[in-house]
C-alpha cells in the first residue's frame, strides 16, 4: 500500500508574527499539496532569528518528505532564511554563480544588499525549470520560497510536479445533529477505521445542517466503508447530503 506523503511549512517573518502583514501562503500551499496527495503535518510561523529557523528548518526537515519555507530572501537586514537554512545543516552560505549572473542581467551595478540576493547554502540546487526569472532554491528536501504570494505562487506552479503523493480521497457529510450526539460514533469509526482520518466541524447559524463530519483516506473503499458506519448509526432524516469531493 501506497504511504501518505508529508510535509511541513514555514513561515519566516517578524511582519506576520506582529499582524503587520496577512499570511496567505500558508491557505494555497496547504490546498494545493493536499489536491498532489501531500499532507500537511504542521505549520510553524517563526520569527527573523537564524537560531529559531535552523532548529525548525533541521527538526522539519527530519520529520517530514517535504519542507517548504515561505519568507525572508530579500536584500534587507532581516532576510536571514538563507543563513537560517545553511546553519541548520552546518553548511556555509555561498554566492551562486547563475543567480549573480541573473542579478547582473537585472543591474551591473550589484551592491552588497543586491548580491545577498544571489546567496544559496553551500551544495544547493537550483531549480529553474526554464520558465522563471529567478529559481527556486532547493537544499535537500527543504523548498525555499519568497513570501511575496505572487512569487510564491508562480513558483510553486513551476514545480508542483515534484510534490506526488499517493491519492487521497474526501468525503464530507452534513448532518442536522448535535455534535455531542455524534461524538461516541465518530471514536468507534476512528477506532475501527485506523487508514480513515475523521473531522468534525460545527456549524452555526445555519438552517440546513450543524455539523459536518468529514473522512480521508488513501484507501477508498475503507473511506466508503467508515461513511456507511456513521450512516448507519443516524437517523435518516438528520443526514442533509453526502458530497464526494476527490
Same mark, same amino acid.
Given at each position: ?206 438552517? %440546513? ?14 473511506? %466508503? ?22
Amino acid at each position: 500500500m501506497a504511504q501518505t506523503k508529508t510535509a511541513g511549512i514555514i513561515i519566516i517573518g517578524d511582519e506576520i508574527l506582529s499582524g503587520k502583514v496577512q499570511d496567505t501562503n500558508v491557505l494555497f500551499l496547504t490546498g494545493e499539496l493536499w489536491a498532489r496527495g501531500v499532507m500537511v503535518s504542521r505549520i510553524s510561523v517563526i520569527p527573523d532569528i537564524v537560531d529559531d529557523i535552523a532548529r525548525e528548518v533541521r527538526d522539519f526537515s527530519a520529520k517530514y518528505d517535504f519542507v517548504l519555507t515561505s519568507g525572508g530572501i530579500g536584500p534587507t537586514h532581516d532576510d536571514i532564511t538563507i543563513e537560517g537554512v545553511s546553519a541548520a545543516f552546518g553548511v556555509r552560505p555561498v554566492i551562486s554563480d547563475m543567480l549573480k549572473g541573473r542579478l547582473e542581467q537585472r543591474n551591473k551595478d550589484l551592491t552588497p544588499a543586491r548580491l545577498k540576493m544571489a546567496e544559496v547554502p553551500e551544495g544547493a540546487e537550483l531549480l529553474d525549470c526554464g520558465e522563471l526569472s529567478f529559481p527556486l532554491i532547493k537544499f535537500r528536501n527543504v523548498f525555499i520560497f519568497p513570501g511575496i504570494p505572487e512569487e510564491l505562487r508562480e513558483r510553486f506552479n513551476t514545480i508542483k510536479e515534484l510534490f506526488i503523493g499517493p491519492k487521497i480521497f474526501l468525503r464530507k457529510v452534513y448532518l442536522k445533529e448535535a455534535e455531542s450526539v455524534l461524538a461516541p460514533y465518530l471514536n468507534e469509526i476512528v477506532r475501527l477505521k485506523e487508514t480513515v482520518k475523521v473531522g468534525s466541524y460545527p456549524v452555526v447559524n445555519n438552517q %440546513d445542517y450543524s455539523v459536518m463530519v468529514t473522512f480521508e483516506s488513501i484507501i477508498e473503499q475503507e473511506l %466508503d466503508s467508515a461513511v456507511q458506519l456513521l450512516i448507519g448509526k443516524v437517523p435518516g432524516e438528520k443526514i442533509v447530503r453526502v458530497v464526494a469531493a476527490d
